[in-house]
């Protein structure tokens, strides 16, 4: 179900003159939704992977909210770490820390992390690799400020020095903006993110979508919120976690009231997801999903498919990649943030259609690839009384038929 579809979403979108609910509704239905079932195994298999990459031991640390200067440490040979910020609660680093637990207990006897990133741990363990962890980065910015607080005791500057360690990333989601910026500060190879948040200004809409989406943000935004209208950093993000709405979504969508003007009906609470709308974070929901990706790719024969024809979700990923790729997006990254895939997801999908020919190495269609793609828009949904030619067989590409 598309999240305009829902009593909520009807209800925000009754905030706008009828002429603006088209554009508010396109970009209701563009936010990807994260449950925590799906950041769970998106990120823990993230970190499974880069244990058996990065340098061994690895300390798993949990990225959380550090004031300017403050440092991560206490002064002392075995420092404990600092409490949380004067009236503060735990946030999304409580979620982060107990998966961390998880994965370290689900390794095993080799045990590759370290058992808990203390100072007194790290050193014991002779700890190779200090592994920063966060569900999300918007600009970067967080995890920026909370290296430089981690980082300031003299024994881990000491450590630095003499190239006994090295500092990685690793996010569950971010956009590309906070991507870039974090592999400026920590080096290219050193920052590993499960999929990129999608935002305004990665969607494949035409420009004029774009200018009308981002004036209904302008317009309608309150003014007594100090944040850019398109979320802060001004980054227009497009994607909400069950336990959050990031604040670098679009003002209009998690703002509780609208200055001079009463009657705002809210659809995320501030930071907080209303509880008729946390059912829709669920990992299965992947008609959601696709009905989102289908409509960013501007595909709307896609929309017809019978997609339980595909017999696999291989199938259905490939078929996704091809209609991106259609789209000559430049990367990889950003085929991830049409389709609403993760990055593994993509890599093997985009490995596949290349070892069946459907891509070629510069990441176009083949002849092949676009005759696959079209014979798919042809298995469409029954009843459905379209000029098209539908077909009973259940599709799977011809490349993976056996031979006749």
């Keep these: 179900m598309l999240l305009s579809d829902t009593p909520r979403g009807l209800n925000w979108l009754g905030n706008f003159d009828v002429a603006e609910r088209e554009s508010a509704a396109l970009l209701l239905d563009s936010i990807e939704l994260v449950g925590q079932d799906a950041l769970q195994i998106g990120l823990s298999g993230l970190i499974e992977s880069l244990a058996d990459s990065l340098p061994n031991p690895i300390a798993l640390v949990p990225v959380r909210e550090l004031a300017p200067g403050q440092r991560y440490f206490q002064h002392g040979r075995d420092a404990p770490a600092r409490l949380l910020l004067p009236q503060s609660f735990p946030g999304s680093e409580a979620i982060v820390a107990a998966m961390l637990n998880g994965v370290r207990r689900a390794a095993g006897v080799k045990q590759p992390f370290v058992e808990a990133p203390s100072l007194k741990n790290m050193r014991g363990a002779r700890c190779r690799t200090i592994l920063l962890v966060d569900d999300f980065s918007g600009s970067g910015g967080r995890i920026k400020t909370f290296y430089r607080g981690f980082k300031a005791h003299p024994t881990l500057r000491s450590w630095l020095s003499y190239q006994r360690i090295e500092y990685h990333v690793a996010c569950y989601a971010a956009t590309p903006l906070a991507f870039r910026n974090l592999q400026r500060t920590f080096g290219e190879e050193h920052v590993h993110v499960h999929t990129m948040c999608p935002t305004i200004g990665t969607r494949k809409w035409d420009e004029d979508q774009i200018q009308r989406i981002k004036r209904l943000c302008t317009t309608y935004a309150s003014t007594a919120i100090q944040t850019s209208p398109l979320g802060y950093g001004d980054t227009g993000g497009l994607l909400a976690f069950s336990h959050s709405a990031p604040n670098n979504l679009p003002v209009i969508l998690w703002q509780m009231f609208r200055a001079g003007h009463p009657g705002w009906a809210p659809f995320f609470l501030d930071k907080g ?72 997801a993509v890599r093997r999908a985009a490995d596949l259609c290349t070892t069946f020919k459907l891509i070629d190495r510069s990441f176009h269609l083949t002849d092949r690839g676009r005759a696959e793609l079209q014979h798919a828009k042809k298995i469409t949904l029954p009843g459905d009384d379209f000029l098209l030619n539908g077909s009973d067989e259940p599709y799977y590409p011809r490349q993976l038929r056996a031979g006749r």
């Excluded at 595909?299 to 078929?319: F, H, K, N």
């Excluded at 209609?323 to 990367?331: E, N, T, V």
């Design 273 to 344: 997801i209303p509880d008729d709308v946390r059912a829709l974070f669920s990992l299965t929901d992947r008609d959601r999903q696709r009905a989102s990706a289908v409509r960013q790719l501007q595909q709307p024969r896609l929309s017809l498919i019978d997609w339980s024809q595909l017999r696999s979700q291989d199938t259905q990923d490939m078929m996704l990649v091809l209609a991106a790729i259609a789209r000559r997006p430049r990367d990889r990254h950003l085929v991830a943030q049409l389709t609403g895939l993760s990055l593994p």
